[in-house]
């Protein structure tokens, strides 16, 4: 169970949470892969090898070596791409893709610890042009995610600057903790993937989520709670199954961010039509 509001008398509190199979019920990386063929950014070859590797990663079976083996063909797909279209491109596809695999769980859990005072963050290895759109329709306060290197040019290298993974997330909480004036050993955190052990046993109350398998024996070992999320639900279809009103500044944050997004993908169809005119 959460904790009560929090007393703002204390040092500040947080929720980190992962992305991938905690929040939403896929690889949010792979999840675009069919909208980045479609804009020409990849090969048909390229879309059934992300394909493949999707499948992988829900089985659960993707291990270290195999993120690695992962991470280093994501960078190299990735090498050559205009970072504004691939922008474009999440911001036009973001609520048809992701909104209806975002677990209504987690959903109610990044609700919950908002009323009770404290920041969300989210903490994932996919790269920031696709996790920060993520994290603000979710209403995250912070987002830390993998950072690609560009060019001149306006292009990704290839090479990665940052890579949210492992320890490094730990790494992050904890810096973000410093700067932030976060209590850990009163923050929450949720992953479903060992290799996140690091980042969880740094705050005061870690979960399991959908653990895979060493996980699962890890959180057993050290009681910390095992959570099932399984109910993938679109956030609009949410909203009157609110049990506490939400914070009127979050409500008008959402007001304006629907509006926001509505005049892009306006302008961005037009410009298409445009150009194909």
């Known amino acids: 169970m959460l904790k009560p509001v929090e007393n703002h008398s204390l040092p500040r509190t947080a929720a980190f949470f992962d992305l991938d199979k905690t929040v939403i019920a896929k690889s949010s990386t ?111 306060d912070r987002v ?28 992050a909480v904890k810096e973000l903790a410093e700067s932030e004036g976060y209590d850990l050993s009163r923050c929450y955190a949720y992953s479903d993937s060992a290799t996140d052990v690091p980042m969880l046993e740094s705050v005061g109350h870690p979960h399991a989520v959908n653990p895979d398998r060493a996980l699962r024996r890890e959180a057993l070992a050290r009681g910390w709670p095992i959570l099932d999320f399984h109910r993938p639900v679109r956030l609009k279809q949410r909203i009157p199954t609110f049990s506490v009103p939400p914070r009127p500044a979050l409500v008008a944050a959402a007001a304006i961010g629907a509006a926001a997004a509505t005049a892009g993908l306006v302008w961005y169809a037009s410009r298409r039509r445009a150009a194909i005119a």
């Not at 879309?47 to 083996?69: C, I, N």
């Open 30 to 140: 792979l999840t675009f892969s069919k909208s980045f063929y479609q804009g020409g950014l990849i090969n048909r070859r390229a879309v059934l090898r992300t394909a493949y590797a999707q499948f992988v990663f829900l089985a659960g079976g993707a291990d270290h070596d195999q993120m690695e083996r992962m991470r280093e063909y994501l960078s190299a797909l990735c090498r050559g791409w205009n970072v504004q279209l691939v922008k474009e491109i999440v911001a036009e596809t973001l609520h048809d893709l992701i909104d209806p695999i975002i677990y209504d769980e987690a959903a109610s859990l990044i609700e919950e610890h908002h009323i009770a005072g404290r920041d969300v963050v989210i903490v994932s290895t996919s790269g920031a042009e696709v996790v920060e759109p993520i994290g603000e329709l979710l209403g995250a």
């Open 144 to 171: 830390v995610a993998t950072r690609m290197v560009v060019g001149d040019d306006g292009c990704f290298t290839g090479e990665v600057e940052y890579y949210a993974y492992g320890p490094t997330k730990a790494e």
